[in-house]
């Protein structure tokens, strides 16, 4: 059940519940759609579709599990404290006093009122404490909103910013600035959108950012409630400002893809993936679209189907999509890794890697496109690593791995992962304790980054270290491995 809370997706929550020892045996789908109040079909769309986001029935649902308090992401009517997002045990390393409210720190999630519904977007909760939208007002005796809540509804549903979902959902604003971007929604025939849009490319950023230091887990609350807020406020605006929202959309969407995509929960990311691109169609964003096939080639990887890795790699190069120079760079990368996983020779894989170079050395220093930003000299290194692996080459992904870890410039959640690409190298090598010992300190990094990607790649090297299994350090892997 925790694991299914974690996830963010309550149709696995409602699995896991159905599905418990507990009940002797699985209960049917009719009998718990019976109870919820739902046909035996909705059910199963929950449980097998995209995440559900209607805070009311989800506060609903919560409720009749029963499910306590401090292990939702969303708060639940009548808990007595504010869950941020997401709800998480305190790590050991973690100083903060008990005493201290979680309020005061980070993303807190907004019960807000659009249209009649209640929908939860986040914002951030020091902004929250000094802008006013916490002072109190009166509540109604018949009212089932809790102080709390009431405290921070009512002042935006004062001034009837229905349509201020958006932002609510903008962490770091003080409430003038909530008030002036939320009249400008309201009348989209005197608003051109472009303000609010700078606003949702800057929180997006800001998650970007967060996500190498902090893991998908933590980050990606924040990025569906953006991505909730801009679809929302997608549907009233004029055409032109509708496109230029849905491409900001089209970027939050693939982000939200590459979440799910590390916490391998591959059903989720084909759906955030597919929603990149139909968002990027309608905003006719071509280099986006160009892009999304790029990650999908990715998560081709991740299934090692070496065919559509290949495919779709050379369908995001097409000239139709007008990459910038760095994403065409990672897509030629990924089109040499393609070619490796499919038995090319090595001389067109090193081909494909020479011209990838080329690409990414001619890029402007101070290149203002944002697409492939990431993609750096040393992320070029690790990717031509993994590729040389493909092509049964590990001695010198080896060297390439190590090159680009000692620079020290990627993210912590990159280390752990590439050092684990780097483990499985080292084992293919036939050094065994030199693995193990890499394993390990990739485990403990992807423990605490609760990267499931990384975890399954030492999976795999754990599997290549099976003839080694009575080896003290192939031991003590194994057994760091369990317990991450």
């Not at 750096?376 to 791995?401: I, Q």
């Not at 980054?449 to 080694?468: A, F, G, I, P, Q």
Request: hydrophobic share 40%; aromatic share 6%.
């Amino acid at each position: 059940m925790r694991e299914a809370l974690e996830s963010w997706h309550f149709g696995q929550v409602l699995y896991a519940y159905r599905t418990h020892p507990h009940h002797g045996r699985a209960l049917s789908q009719g009998a718990v759609a019976n109870w919820l109040g739902l046909t035996q079909a909705q059910l199963s769309r929950i449980e097998n579709g995209s995440a559900p986001q209607d805070l009311s029935k989800l506060m609903q649902w919560a409720h009749s599990l029963k499910i306590p308090a401090d292990l939702l992401w969303f708060k639940l009517r009548g808990s007595e404290s504010q869950v941020t997002a997401p709800a998480k045990p305190r790590d050991e390393s973690d100083h903060q006093k008990p005493e201290q409210s979680s309020q005061t720190q980070g993303s807190t999630l907004l019960p807000v009122v659009v249209a009649g519904q209640t929908v939860l977007v986040p914002i951030d909760a020091s902004a929250l404490a000094t802008s006013g939208l916490g002072r109190r007002t009166a509540i109604p005796a018949d009212s089932d909103v809790t102080s709390t809540e009431h405290e921070a509804m009512s002042p935006l549903h004062r001034r009837t910013l229905l349509s201020g979902i958006a932002a609510a959902a903008l962490p770091g604003l003080g409430l003038e600035e909530l008030q002036r971007v939320a009249s400008a929604l309201e009348d989209s025939r005197r608003y051109q959108g472009g303000p609010v849009i700078d606003y949702f490319r800057t929180q997006l950023d800001h998650a970007k950012r967060d996500d190498g230091a902090r893991g998908p887990k933590k980050t990606l609350p924040v990025v569906l409630g953006l991505l909730g807020a801009i679809e929302q406020h997608a549907r009233n605006v004029k055409p032109k400002a509708r496109r230029e929202l849905l491409s900001v959309g089209a970027d939050g969407a693939e982000f939200a893809g590459w979440l799910y995509r590390d916490i391998r929960q591959p059903g989720q990311a084909g759906f955030w993936y597919d929603r990149a691109m139909e968002w990027a169609q309608e905003a006719d964003d071509a280099a986006m679209q160009g892009y999304v096939l790029l990650k999908k080639s990715q998560v081709a990887y991740d299934d090692r189907d070496a065919l559509r890795v290949l495919t779709l790699a050379q369908a995001a190069r097409h000239e139709r999509w007008q990459l910038p120079a760095r994403a065409q760079a990672e897509v030629t990368q990924q089109e040499a890794l393609g070619l490796a996983m499919t038995g090319e020779p090595l001389d067109a894989v090193k081909g494909k890697l020479d011209e990838a170079h080329s690409l990414l050395t001619n890029v402007p220093g101070d290149d203002p496109n944002p697409l492939g930003a990431y993609f750096t000299e040393d992320t070029l290194l690790v990717r031509n690593a993994v590729t040389y692996t493909e092509a049964g080459k590990p001695s010198m992904a080896v060297e390439l791995f190590g090159e680009a870890i000692s620079a020290g410039t990627l993210s912590r959640r990159d280390t752990g992962f590439f050092t684990a690409r780097r483990a499985a190298a080292v084992a293919l090598c036939g050094e065994p304790d030199e693995a193990a010992q890499l394993g390990r300190a990739s485990a403990e990094v992807a423990h605490v980054m609760k990267s499931e990607r990384t975890l399954r790649v030492l999976s795999e090297v754990l599997h290549t270290l099976d003839r080694w299994s009575g080896r003290p350090a192939v031991r003590d892997f194994r057994e760091a491995l369990r317990a991450s």
